[in-house]
């Protein structure tokens, strides 16, 4: 029968179901937020580096005019080359049925899909391999902004202005591609036999070149990159018309990722530490309910050790219970996560296990955690003397009444008797309720700040509105004649002005002889009035300017030597050219961007005419943009000229938002958790409160307190903390969210416009309202069912 | 102060207290319970502390059971200096020594009764692990509980919990019993049958100290102690401990 303490233990797990439910549940929460938090940033990069690893990603592309087998074996060859191929790259617009708009697609030729050595591709859902003449394959991100499926056709219009039908047999996957959600055009693959169907040669434009070796710097692969077009290229006497040299190692979305993968680690951290919180809270609260008992065994011969040893117990078995829900309901949640995460970053997971370590940690937080945090309220509460156990009723009589927030609470006359009340319980328990308020004040400032974050991405979209002078543009194949394409658009109806740039690629010499690749230069009137540049430094382009441009923070980022003042060698189409840098703009999520005045653009270029034309319409409705755009293009295309896209800006903020909406969409994820984090907290508290006050409910029930007041009590009590916990919050969520608008911005290269949210500080006044409430009720719906008898009869 | 009192100060004391204060700190005005308690207890003796509430019956007894500590003063109980043990002896020494019965009986609502009576055994190593539930039946029996045995304490009534809660007492067996108002939640005829039963285990050579405010369960106590203001005013010998 030595099992008969540890049958108390049992069956005080059972008998009080309640209370064991919201301890396992307190403590599953942290396994759970610790797992799916942390077991999802060790998968999310885990399988994004090994795919992206294994995609022999390129360290340099280079577009020119068509090449053909020997350049690519001669690239192969080079050295410091690790693999080489040729494809041939164009993009087209199509139509299809489940779109009324043409749309836009990257069409990539590749001659032999058995011999992809640079940016694998992976056949996911194919009716056939490869795709044969006529057929197309598409990067499967297309699934993201459409509802495609095998066997539709895409009416294709071809370089020439005729149509060609495109089938779909299929989707790869290329986490190389960026996925058609942030660039409004799909990516398809297609046989070199349909290549002269779509109007394009059967011949590569397109080097990629994979380097060797795995610590490559962006100086030794620019280097490099530039001995390959010099000797492998333009010795052959192939034109390059454009060469890009990313950061070696490192992915488009990149920036993204290393923003997402720190909002979780800061969400790992936060959600372990609130758990240890919640955990301390609950044993305090359950030892407090307890110590009676405590107080019975140790006066009939219970030691402090044997005691302490059977609470410790019932932790452990708590812990091992929460460990069981949290275990596989993290996992579960974790798989989910996974697959919304690699849905929209777009890469593929092999596998959804996470590291042991992480589950060595989930274990940890469920099991040596809540063991940590019930130590100290366990040996307290075992050590407590037999009179004081015996005369303990939760709370001193002679605990309240003598501290500052007492007496100032005792100044509030005139409230009625139970507000009273319910105001001055609250402080009753000060410890606990500075666990709970540190709890909840926490998760509010962090839901707050969400609000204030999400905020601070309107504002920079909006930000963006505010530059954009325009509603819409239209880009085409080649430079184009800028007087035809004004005369043809601006007589469209609904278009109320017309404006045309320039746009090119251009490189940069930098002083110690290396080139900085990845720029786009801008060609535009100087005193246009189709953009509405906010300056952080300098000044504009102005009429007399010779050599001026103004950068945008992308491209200072970039490139540091890209400085006000400064005076800087750029090679554009070929040509070399010192300019002057006077301004500097901020990015607008279009990358690294170099503004000069058209006509001085336009001189450096060997081809006459404009890339693009920007359309105001005299519409504000999306809608009607896009119809006025359409009937633009329309008459375009009939007047010859060929357009490669269009746009309005409204789908383009879409698309920023998108990829914004990353962020906010884990963002909420962070916040939900931390908000049910406090949720269970605050539901602890109130119920350990209800406990502890049995006898007290017991004595105003004899005095004639109905049902209503009961509630009323608990009810205020539960409000009181949330409506504390969100003015704590609220306080500290103006320098978190700052902190946090900053992180990202850092993160993901682009400084966003922050702006507090006081939608944000309201709307969670409210939730927390709900909140308290909520978690209040089931305790005021158990204190409300005591009887007087049992009350005063409670020990 | 009052002269200590001893029915037979010739016999060596099962009991000793000598000179225990107990002062509680009120705050501002700190409050002294018990003033200098002289106080000898030999084997086999029934005794009552008998007071008004507040007057320290309550505090005296938690002196002798070791549940509180005294301010001032020596303890001495079957040789041991009772006074100066820490909790964690007091626990031990108390689960061997005294046996316990409080007003609200106090049995471990999740625990059967059977298991609440095994439990002290448990905690003090008391009889081979396989005899404690033999041990605790035959208890049970002299209480009268056979039959409830395997129920849970709130199954039972006021009477039954109480006598549960003597032969929890009794489970180690101790050569004294400490009761604090056994009798002060019962009915007239329950409390008569519990008293009952406390005599029957005075014959048994037990040593029963009980506190009580109830004057009709006072005059059935072999010996009566008066206490008042913290003070033993009065002792009445009713009748002569067993075997004395």
Same mark, same amino acid.
């Given at each position: 029968?030595?099992?008969?303490?540890?049958?108390?233990?049992?069956?005080?797990?059972?008998?009080?179901?309640?209370?064991?439910?919201?301890?396992?549940?307190?403590?599953?929460?942290?396994?759970?937020?610790?797992?799916?938090?942390?077991?999802?940033?060790?998968?999310?990069?885990?399988?994004?580096?090994?795919?992206?690893?294994?995609?022999?990603?390129?360290?340099?592309?280079?577009?020119?005019?068509?090449?053909?087998?020997?350049?690519?074996?001669?690239?192969?060859?080079?050295?410091?080359?690790?693999?080489?191929?040729?494809?041939?790259?164009?993009?087209?617009?199509?139509?299809?049925?489940?779109?009324?708009?043409?749309?836009?697609?990257?069409?990539?030729?590749?001659?032999?899909?058995?011999?992809?050595?640079?940016?694998?591709?992976?056949?996911?859902?194919?009716?056939?391999?490869?795709?044969?003449?006529?057929?197309?394959?598409?990067?499967?991100?297309?699934?993201?902004?459409?509802?495609?499926?095998?066997?539709?056709?895409?009416?294709?219009?071809?370089?020439?202005?005729?149509?060609?039908?495109?089938?779909?047999?299929?989707?790869?996957?290329?986490?190389?591609?960026?996925?058609?959600?942030?660039?409004?055009?799909?990516?398809?693959?297609?046989?070199?036999?349909?290549?002269?169907?779509?109007?394009?040669?059967?011949?590569?434009?397109?080097?990629?070149?994979?380097?060797?070796?795995?610590?490559?710097?962006?100086?030794?692969?620019?280097?490099?990159?530039?001995?390959?077009?010099?000797?492998?290229?333009?010795?052959?006497?192939?034109?390059?018309?454009?060469?890009?040299?990313?950061?070696?190692?490192?992915?488009?979305?990149?920036?993204?990722?290393?923003?997402?993968?720190?909002?979780?680690?800061?969400?790992?951290?936060?959600?372990?530490?609130?758990?240890?919180?919640?955990?301390?809270?609950?044993?305090?609260?359950?030892?407090?309910?307890?110590?009676?008992?405590?107080?019975?065994?140790?006066?009939?011969?219970?030691?402090?050790?044997?005691?302490?040893?059977?609470?410790?117990?019932?932790?452990?078995?708590?812990?091992?219970?929460?460990?069981?829900?949290?275990?596989?309901?993290?996992?579960?949640?974790?798989?989910?996560?996974?697959?919304?995460?690699?849905?929209?970053?777009?890469?593929?997971?092999?596998?959804?296990?996470?590291?042991?370590?992480?589950?060595?940690?989930?274990?940890?937080?469920?099991?040596?955690?809540?063991?940590?945090?019930?130590?100290?309220?366990?040996?307290?509460?075992?050590?407590?003397?037999?009179?004081?156990?015996?005369?303990?009723?939760?709370?001193?009589?002679?605990?309240?009444?003598?501290?500052?927030?007492?007496?100032?609470?005792?100044?509030?006359?005139?409230?009625?008797?139970?507000?009273?009340?319910?105001?001055?319980?609250?402080?009753?328990?000060?410890?606990?309720?500075?666990?709970?308020?540190?709890?909840?004040?926490?998760?509010?400032?962090?839901?707050?700040?969400?609000?204030?974050?999400?905020?601070?991405?309107?504002?920079?979209?909006?930000?963006?509105?505010?530059?954009?002078?325009?509603?819409?543009?239209?880009?085409?194949?080649?430079?184009?004649?800028?007087?035809g394409v004004e005369r043809v658009v601006s007589s469209t109806p609904g278009v109320t002005g017309v404006?045309?740039?320039?746009?090119?690629?251009?490189?940069?010499?930098?002083?110690?002889?290396?080139?900085?690749?990845?720029?786009?230069?801008?060609?535009?009137?100087?005193?246009?009035?189709?953009?509405?540049?906010?300056?952080?430094?300098?000044?504009?382009?102005?009429?007399?300017?010779?050599?001026?441009?103004?950068?945008?923070?992308?491209?200072?980022?970039?490139?540091?030597?890209?400085?006000?003042?400064?005076?800087?060698?750029?090679?554009?189409?070929?040509?070399?050219?010192?300019?002057?840098?006077?301004?500097?703009?901020?990015?607008?999520?279009?990358?690294?961007?170099?503004?000069?005045?058209?006509?001085?653009?336009?001189?450096?270029?060997?081809?006459?005419?404009?890339?693009?034309?920007?359309?105001?319409?005299?519409?504000?409705?999306?809608?009607?943009?896009?119809?006025?755009?359409?009937?633009?293009?329309?008459?375009?295309?009939?007047?010859?000229?060929?357009?490669?896209?269009?746009?309005?800006?409204?789908?383009?903020?879409?698309?920023?938002?998108?990829?914004?909406?990353?962020?906010?969409?884990?963002?909420?994820?962070?916040?939900?958790?931390?908000?049910?984090?406090?949720?269970?907290?605050?539901?602890?508290?109130?119920?350990?409160?209800?406990?502890?006050?049995?006898?007290?409910?017991?004595?105003?029930?004899?005095?004639?307190?109905?049902?209503?007041?009961?509630?009323?009590?608990?009810?205020?009590?539960?409000?009181?903390?949330?409506?504390?916990?969100?003015?704590?919050?609220?306080?500290?969520?103006?320098?978190?969210?700052?902190?946090?608008?900053?992180?990202?911005?850092?993160?993901?290269?682009?400084?966003?416009?922050?702006?507090?949210?006081?939608?944000?500080?309201?709307?969670?006044?409210?939730?927390?309202?709900?909140?308290?409430?909520?978690?209040?009720?089931?305790?005021?719906?158990?204190?409300?069912?005591?009887?007087?008898?049992?009350?005063?009869?409670?020990? | 102060?009052?002269?200590?009192?001893?029915?037979?100060?010739?016999?060596?004391?099962?009991? &000793?207290?000598?000179? !225990? #204060?107990?002062?509680?700190?009120?705050?501002?005005?700190?409050? *002294?319970? =018990?003033?200098? @308690?002289? +106080?000898?207890?030999?084997?086999?003796?029934?005794?009552?502390?008998?007071?008004?509430?507040?007057?320290?019956?309550?505090?005296?007894?938690?002196?002798?059971?070791?549940?509180?500590?005294?301010?001032?003063?020596?303890?001495?109980?079957?040789?041991?200096?009772?006074?100066?043990?820490?909790?964690?002896?007091?626990?031990?020494?108390?689960? &061997?020594?005294?046996? !316990? #019965?409080?007003?609200?009986?106090?049995?471990?609502?999740?625990? *059967?009764? =059977?298991?609440? @009576?095994? +439990?002290?055994?448990?905690?003090?190593?008391?009889?081979?692990?396989?005899?404690?539930?033999?041990?605790?039946m035959d208890l049970l029996e002299q209480v009268e509980l056979a039959d409830q045995a395997n129920k849970?304490?709130?199954?039972?009534?006021?009477?039954?919990?109480?006598?549960?809660?003597?032969?929890?007492?009794?489970?180690?067996?101790?050569?004294?019993?400490?009761?604090?108002?056994?009798?002060?939640?019962?009915?007239?005829?329950?409390?008569?049958?519990?008293?009952?039963?406390?005599?029957?285990?005075?014959?048994?050579?037990?040593?029963?100290?009980?506190?009580?405010?109830?004057?009709?369960?006072?005059?059935?106590?072999?010996?009566?102690?008066?206490?008042?203001?913290?003070?033993?005013?009065?002792?009445?010998?009713?009748?002569?401990?067993?075997?004395?």
């Open positions: 029968m030595h099992a008969v303490r540890w049958r108390k233990v049992f069956r005080d797990l059972v008998s009080h179901r309640f209370r064991t439910v919201l301890v396992v549940l307190s403590i599953a929460t942290g396994v759970f937020a610790v797992g799916v938090v942390m077991g999802g940033r060790e998968i999310l990069v885990r399988e994004f580096d090994s795919e992206y690893s294994a995609s022999v990603p390129l360290n340099a592309d280079y577009f020119t005019m068509p090449f053909s087998d020997p350049i690519v074996r001669r690239a192969r060859e080079y050295p410091g080359v690790e693999a080489a191929m040729g494809r041939h790259s164009t993009s087209l617009r199509y139509r299809w049925a489940g779109s009324d708009a043409p749309r836009s697609i990257s069409v990539v030729g590749i001659k032999d899909y058995d011999d992809i050595t640079v940016q694998m591709l992976v056949p996911e859902d194919v009716r056939s391999w490869p795709p044969r003449r006529g057929e197309v394959v598409l990067e499967r991100a297309a699934l993201q902004v459409g509802k495609y499926e095998i066997g539709d056709t895409l009416e294709v219009e071809t370089s020439e202005g005729k149509t060609e039908s495109l089938t779909i047999i299929g989707f790869a996957h290329d986490i190389n591609a960026v996925p058609a959600q942030f660039i409004g055009s799909e990516t398809g693959y297609v046989s070199f036999e349909t290549l002269p169907d779509l109007g394009e040669v059967k011949a590569y434009n397109e080097l990629l070149v994979a380097m060797s070796g795995s610590d490559l710097t962006q100086r030794e692969a620019s280097l490099l990159a530039e001995d390959i077009q010099r000797d492998v290229l333009e010795a052959n006497s192939i034109t390059v018309l454009g060469s890009y040299v990313p950061k070696p190692g490192s992915h488009f979305l990149g920036d993204i990722f290393k923003a997402v993968s720190l909002l979780l680690l800061a969400l790992g951290l936060l959600s372990l530490l609130l758990s240890g919180f919640l955990v301390v809270n609950t044993v305090s609260a359950l030892m407090a309910q307890q110590i009676k008992q405590v107080g019975i065994m140790k006066a009939i011969g219970g030691r402090a050790s044997q005691i302490t040893w059977m609470y410790l117990g019932m932790v452990a078995i708590y812990g091992v219970l929460a460990v069981l829900v949290g275990l596989p309901a993290s996992a579960w949640a974790g798989t989910q996560f996974i697959r919304f995460a690699a849905g929209i970053l777009n890469f593929r997971v092999a596998s959804y296990v996470p590291p042991d370590w992480v589950t060595a940690l989930e274990v940890g937080v469920g099991l040596v955690v809540p063991l940590l945090a019930a130590a100290v309220p366990v040996r307290l509460g075992t050590r407590t003397s037999v009179v004081k156990a015996f005369n303990d009723t939760g709370v001193s009589s002679a605990s309240f009444g003598h501290g500052l927030v007492d007496r100032m609470l005792g100044l509030f006359r005139g409230l009625p008797r139970p507000v009273a009340l319910s105001l001055r319980n609250t402080f009753l328990r000060k410890g606990r309720l500075t666990l709970t308020l540190t709890t909840l004040s926490l998760a509010s400032a962090v839901v707050m700040s969400v609000f204030s974050v999400q905020a601070s991405i309107g504002q920079t979209i909006d930000d963006l509105d505010a530059w954009w002078r325009y509603d819409a543009q239209i880009r085409y194949e080649r430079p184009t004649n800028r007087l404006e045309s740039w320039i746009g090119a690629n251009a490189t940069l010499d930098r002083a110690d002889g290396t080139t900085a690749q990845g720029f786009t230069v801008y060609g535009l009137p100087y005193g246009t009035r189709f953009v509405a540049p906010e300056l952080l430094a300098g000044r504009w382009l102005e009429a007399d300017d010779t050599d001026a441009v103004v950068v945008n923070t992308d491209a200072r980022k970039a490139e540091p030597s890209l400085d006000i003042g400064q005076r800087v060698t750029l090679e554009i189409g070929g040509e070399k050219r010192i300019v002057h840098v006077v301004g500097l703009i901020k990015g607008q999520l279009s990358g690294s961007l170099i503004y000069m005045d058209r006509e001085l653009l336009g001189g450096m270029l060997s081809e006459d005419g404009v890339t693009a034309t920007l359309i105001q319409t005299a519409s504000s409705d999306p809608l009607q943009q896009r119809k006025a755009l359409d009937a633009a293009e329309a008459r375009l295309e009939e007047a010859n000229y060929r357009v490669v896209s269009t746009r309005t800006q409204d789908e383009l903020r879409e698309q920023i938002a998108d990829q914004l909406g990353i962020l906010v969409a884990f963002l909420v994820i962070m916040a939900v958790l931390l908000a049910a984090v406090g949720v269970i907290g605050l539901t602890g508290t109130m119920t350990i409160n209800v406990i502890e006050s049995t006898r007290e409910i017991g004595v105003m029930r004899a005095i004639g307190a109905q049902h209503g007041s009961i509630y009323q009590i608990f009810i205020t009590e539960g409000l009181a903390v949330g409506f504390m916990a969100w003015a704590i919050g609220a306080a500290a969520a103006y320098p978190m969210s700052l902190g946090l608008t900053e992180l990202l911005s850092g993160a993901i290269g682009m400084p966003l416009s922050y702006r507090f949210s006081w939608v944000g500080v309201g709307a969670w006044f409210g939730i927390i309202a709900l909140i308290s409430v909520a978690a209040s009720v089931a305790p005021a719906y158990r204190a409300s069912q005591v009887s007087v008898r049992d009350a005063i009869a409670y020990e | 102060m009052p002269q200590i009192i001893t029915p037979d100060t010739a016999e060596s004391a099962l009991l &000793r207290l000598t000179e !225990v #204060v107990k002062v509680y700190d009120g705050g501002d005005a700190p409050f *002294t319970a =018990l003033k200098g @308690i002289n +106080l000898d207890i030999h084997t086999g003796e029934f005794v009552g502390i008998i007071g008004k509430s507040g007057s320290g019956k309550t505090t005296l007894i938690n002196m002798i059971t070791g549940i509180d500590h005294p301010t001032a003063g020596e303890i001495i109980i079957d040789g041991t200096p009772v006074h100066s043990l820490g909790e964690n002896d007091l626990a031990r020494w108390r689960g &061997r020594t005294i046996g !316990v #019965v409080f007003q609200f009986f106090q049995l471990l609502p999740t625990l *059967t009764v =059977l298991e609440n @009576i095994v +439990l002290p055994m448990d905690f003090c190593r008391m009889w081979a692990p396989r005899e404690r539930t033999e041990r605790a849970l304490p709130a199954a039972l009534s006021g009477g039954q919990q109480q006598r549960a809660a003597i032969a929890r007492a009794l489970a180690n067996d101790p050569p004294i019993l400490a009761a604090d108002e056994p009798t002060g939640n019962l009915d007239s005829k329950t409390a008569d049958a519990v008293f009952g039963l406390f005599e029957r285990l005075v014959e048994q050579h037990k040593t029963i100290i009980m506190v009580t405010h109830d004057n009709d369960m006072a005059n059935r106590v072999r010996r009566a102690l008066h206490v008042s203001d913290g003070e033993i005013v009065e002792e009445r010998v009713l009748r002569p401990r067993h075997g004395a």
